[in-house]
């Protein structure tokens, strides 16, 4: 045992892990060698196998196994993220009887940890115990009712669960909480210029998130008057970054939620609100982009999508989104270059790209052209 504790507390887990499985093999029962094992298993973040040999040495002596963890500096964290995170893993997997197994035992390490309980309240909602999970909401809500980032994450495991009129309360709460965050740093940085404009924030935030620092230190100095630039004001930056980031998320999965319940245009406003705060942000402008599509309005979906495809080279529904756009708006030639050039050499066989550029040919009045995609296209189909 001494040597097992000695490799474990010189950090050398693969020697104490097969020390630690040596010991079992050889029928050694003794609590801390399992404790230990799980230590090691953690530290390769081997979830599942160190929640099973923590499980094991709390079937020999739970009250010492705890004892023993008590006493080890940070020891409770340590074991703690164990059964979170093979509970999130089995809840990731449908498993949810294995994942709401595990998520109890998080209790006996940190009774009052966010994260397990609202964890703990999606398994629960998914195993059909409706009760018992808002039961648990509303435990961790009584406890910070007003905290932006619990609303968030109880609506966030709700939105994953699929109960998409359950999980909007607290989307709606968590983005009524975390606006005055926003306003407040966005007063301290523009040092509370009645003037500054949401077109001239949006493009502070762009800048910011795009690392065009040289061109936002210009922008305070001519357009703000902070003489001081950038520099002077990088950690407010920071701050506003973060704010903008938490309600541009805020914003994206309230649109999401309109989205699932077919909303169109709730899901729109939400989703271009997000883009107000987090220009880049890809999801938003995908679906946004795909609403508007539905909508008719391929001239605002089109510069949305060359924004996408200029962040994600590699969104082949971008690129096919776009296509359609420029194909809607008569610029046929750039439909066909992304077909052709984007999209075919990535899959040959996408009957959706050969039967459009069927379509595009024969409006250029190319029927040879036209009579080959489409002859692929039939060839292809049912694939």
């Not at 609303?151 to 005055?180: H, Q, T, V, W």
């Amino acid at each position: 045992m001494l040597q097992k504790i000695a490799f474990f507390n010189e950090q050398d887990y693969k020697r104490a892990k097969k020390a630690c499985l040596e010991g079992i093999k050889k029928g050694d029962t003794h609590f801390e060698l399992y404790a230990i094992l799980s230590a090691c298993e953690i530290s390769y973040s081997n979830w599942h196998a160190a929640v099973k040999a923590l499980k094991g040495a709390f079937s020999k002596d739970s009250l010492h196994t705890l004892d023993w963890i008590r006493k080890r500096g940070g020891g409770e964290k340590y074991y703690h993220q164990a059964f979170y995170f093979s509970a999130l893993d089995y809840f990731k997997k449908h498993k949810y009887e294995e994942a709401l197994n595990d998520i109890k035992y998080t209790a006996y390490f940190d009774y009052c940890d966010k994260n397990s309980s609202i964890l703990k309240g999606a398994i629960l909602f998914k195993l059909g115990r409706i009760e018992e999970a808002n039961r648990e909401y509303l435990d961790i809500l009584s406890r910070d009712p007003k905290n932006p980032d619990i609303n968030f994450l109880i609506g966030k495991s709700l939105f994953e669960a699929g109960a998409f009129d359950s999980c909007l309360k607290y989307f709606i709460n968590a983005m009524k909480y975390y606006r005055p965050k926003y306003k407040r740093t966005l007063q301290v940085l523009f040092q509370n210029k009645i003037d500054v404009d949401d077109k001239l924030t949006r493009k502070v935030l762009r800048l910011w998130f795009n690392k065009q620092l040289q061109e936002l230190d210009e922008l305070f100095k001519k357009e703000l008057k902070l003489t001081d630039g950038l520099a002077a004001h990088n950690e407010v930056m920071l701050g506003l970054s973060r704010a903008a980031t938490d309600l541009a998320h805020t914003y994206y999965y309230i649109g999401m939620v309109y989205y699932n319940l077919k909303e169109d245009s709730a899901a729109l406003q939400n989703l271009e609100n997000c883009l107000r705060f987090k220009p880049d942000d890809i999801d938003a402008l995908f679906f946004a982009s795909e609403i508007l599509i539905k909508f008719k309005e391929y001239q605002k979906a089109r510069e949305y999508l060359e924004e996408l495809t200029k962040i994600n080279p590699d969104d082949q529904d971008a690129w096919f989104y776009l296509a359609v756009c420029y194909t809607q708006l008569g610029f046929y030639k750039r439909a066909i270059e992304i077909y052709e050039n984007r999209m075919l050499p990535v899959d040959p066989n996408r009957v959706e790209v050969l039967t459009n550029l069927a379509y595009l040919y024969a409006q250029l009045g190319n029927d040879a052209k036209s009579n080959e995609y489409l002859q692929r296209a039939k060839e292809n189909e049912g694939r």
